[in-house]
């Protein structure tokens, strides 16, 4: 037994702690969850907690069923007060019986990816901007849901629910040490947003599902609800997960150059190359769901095309210059993605596709200048920029196509995905909305 789990068999009795949750994710992002006594809880971290994987939706075959849960150590978290008293956490790693890596964990992709990067030299950072809303129910029967306040960018209200909320959500992450850079209203009503301080990719991906199952908690708490659908309402912005990254050799950022015209080095040049050529194929990952191209398409400083810019909130992918000589904070900010991704996925792929970049050196175009959003379709082509997919129908046949794609995610994931989000657009593509009724019911 190593010292990690020798500390949280300690920490679990010195805190009292009466069930240790056991945390993985499914192949489309959702928490999963084992309860287990301390009693258990050593055996655990010797053999794993066996299940039934066919009941979780793409993990496994019934005639192949058996699944273990190995608990991660280094995730070990007590669970707030007010949440969960008495309760701990950690994150597992997916395993068959043989002991092999189970191909269908999300987690188990990314750490592919994360040694990928270690063996070209690479540790990637990541630093999120997660937006979300605040609604009074989720329970809306199909209609239009209520937002909690009327409140706009930045704004601040000592009579709203908004910044007590923020507070008691942020006071929860901290105490379970995922540490927050800031938080305030989003440009909509209801709309709100919490930035994450930096961490290395495979420890964020495992914030971020932190973050949505506390920020759900604590809205249940103060009586309203959090939902992380990319756009919930057709008039107002919607929820992005602004992904700054930046890839650091040893204790030397790569991405900085004090002599180039930006501060970018090749390396990072490379990356955004990367991205931007393979930006259309991996949509369907960073951008999962029907509804999420309603966002790009009609949403508030989504991007429609693949495009990069200097300090350009309109461009796919951005150079913040906040600080453009700070060596340690030169990055690249990814805008597509949004907040109903699955992070481990979405991070396997954006770092694939930035690391194909470099080690193919893919040249970098001219930075997109202006709002690219502001343009016409015919505007964009002439410019020479790629455009987005539309629909998550399209999204889905460029990824089929992909190589990188299914290399990054295996050929359990990449068809398990497919077949599900096939199902999605059918299941859709079925329904007769309510414009429909109102526009062709005459004739």
Not at 162 to 178: H, K, N, T, V
């Amino acid at each position: 037994m190593d010292s990690q789990q020798e500390y949280v068999l300690r920490t679990v009795e010195e805190q009292d702690i009466s069930f240790v949750r056991l945390w993985f994710t499914d192949i489309l992002g959702t928490l999963k969850s084992v309860a287990v006594a301390p009693a258990e809880l050593e055996s655990a971290f010797g053999e794993g907690i066996g299940f039934d994987g066919s009941a979780i939706e793409g993990y496994s075959r019934v005639s192949e069923a058996d699944t273990i849960a190995l608990p991660d150590p280094s995730t070990f978290q007590l669970m707030p007060s007010s949440t969960e008293p008495h309760t701990a956490r950690m994150f597992c790693d997916i395993a068959m019986p043989d002991g092999q890596p189970s191909w269908a964990d999300p987690r188990q992709v990314l750490r592919r990816q994360v040694r990928a990067a270690a063996n070209e030299g690479f540790t990637c950072y990541v630093h999120p901007e997660i937006e979300f809303y605040l609604l009074k129910t989720l329970n809306t029967g199909g209609l239009r849901p209520e937002p909690t306040d009327n409140g706009g960018y930045f704004d601040q209200s000592v009579n709203d629910l908004a910044p007590q909320f923020r507070r008691q959500a942020i006071q929860a992450l901290e105490s379970m040490g995922i540490s927050v850079e800031f938080s305030h209203h989003e440009t909509a009503p209801g709309q709100q947003e919490i930035d994450l301080r930096h961490a290395d990719v495979l420890a964020m991906a495992d914030h971020i599902m932190t973050f949505r199952f506390l920020i759900k908690q604590v809205a249940i708490a103060n009586g309203v609800a959090a939902t992380f659908m990319p756009k919930p309402f057709a008039e107002y912005a919607g929820s992005g997960i602004h992904t700054h990254i930046s890839l650091f050799e040893g204790d030397i950022n790569a991405f900085h150059d004090p002599d180039d015209e930006y501060n970018i080095s090749s390396t990072a040049r490379h990356f955004i190359a990367g991205i931007l050529h393979h930006a259309p194929e991996i949509s369907a990952i960073t951008n999962q769901w029907v509804n999420s191209y309603k966002r790009l398409m009609f949403g508030n400083e989504a991007p429609p095309a693949a495009t990069w810019g200097v300090s350009n909130r309109s461009a796919m992918v951005r150079v913040p210059t906040y600080r453009p000589g700070k060596v340690e904070s030169r990055r690249v900010e990814v805008r597509s993605p949004d907040s109903g991704c699955n992070p481990y996925l979405a991070f396997s792929v954006l770092l694939a596709a930035g690391l194909k970049g470099i080690t193919e050196g893919y040249p970098l175009p001219e930075p997109a200048e202006g709002d690219v959003s502001a343009l016409s379709r015919r505007e964009r082509f002439a410019l020479g920029y790629t455009e987005l997919p539309t629909s998550l129908d399209q999204a889905l046949r460029l990824m089929e196509q992909s190589e990188l794609v299914a290399d990054t995610l295996g050929e359990h994931v990449f068809e398990y995905f497919l077949r599900n989000k096939w199902r999605e657009i059918n299941d859709y593509q079925s329904q007769i909305t309510q414009w429909e009724l109102k526009t062709n019911l005459h004739y």
